[in-house]
């Protein structure tokens, strides 16, 4: 079993957003991205206990689900209130103007199924999915001249309204992607 976890090592993919059931394919990245499950454990302890818990004494209070995207592409109107929420476009004679929603509500619109779909280093293909994440990353960009504006996109996992769990998927399918 030496170096087996060196397998799920993630190389090459394609990070995708869906706008409903529409596929949409991120431009180029520089850094990729990471996908990232942080759990909250809590020991449920009691008198006489002398050690951290004991078999099925431990509960997880909480489940973070998170998408990074290294986004390296030109931004156009249509992808700002694509990918960030409570936005909204106002076109006019003089141009298109984008401002933050009046009541800087997120939308159900704005939440969206994120998709990474690649290999591992061995080849073996596999597709991680966050089914309702929202964008909570701030614009901030750097105004240079001669390199790339690099935007990292954060989609965080959210319940689905009525529901207590954020659905996500880590998949090895058996044909590539």
């Known amino acids: 079993m030496a170096n ?3 397998e799920i090592i993630l190389g090459l993919g394609k990070f995708s957003i869906y706008d409903g059931e529409q596929k949409v394919e ?3 990245t520089r850094g990729g991205g990471k996908f990232t499950v942080t759990r909250t ?5 009691f008198d ?4 951290y818990a004991s078999q099925d004494m431990i509960v997880i209070d909480e ?3 998170d998408m990074e ?3 390296l ?3 156009t109107d249509a992808d700002l209130t694509f990918l960030y929420p409570a936005m909204k476009s106002t076109s006019g004679a003089d141009g298109v103007e984008i401002t933050s929603n009046d009541d800087l509500a997120i939308k159900t619109d704005d939440y969206r199924k994120v998709e990474w779909a690649g290999i591992t280093n061995t080849g073996k293909p596999v597709v991680i999915t966050i089914e309702n994440a929202v964008n909570v990353s701030n614009i901030d960009w750097s105004m240079q ?3 790339e504006v690099l935007q990292t996109i954060s989609y965080k996992g959210i319940a689905p309204k009525g529901e207590v769990r954020v659905k996500y998927s880590i998949k090895w399918p058996t044909a590539g992607v």
């Open 4 to 6: 087996k976890n060196q």
């Open 26 to 28: 991120i431009g180029y």
């Open 41 to 45: 454990y809590r020991p449920i302890s």
């Open 48 to 51: 006489g206990l002398k050690a």
């Open 63 to 65: 489940e973070n689900v």
């Open 69 to 71: 995207i290294n986004m």
């Open 73 to 75: 592409s030109i931004f």
């Open 145 to 147: 001249d001669r390199d």
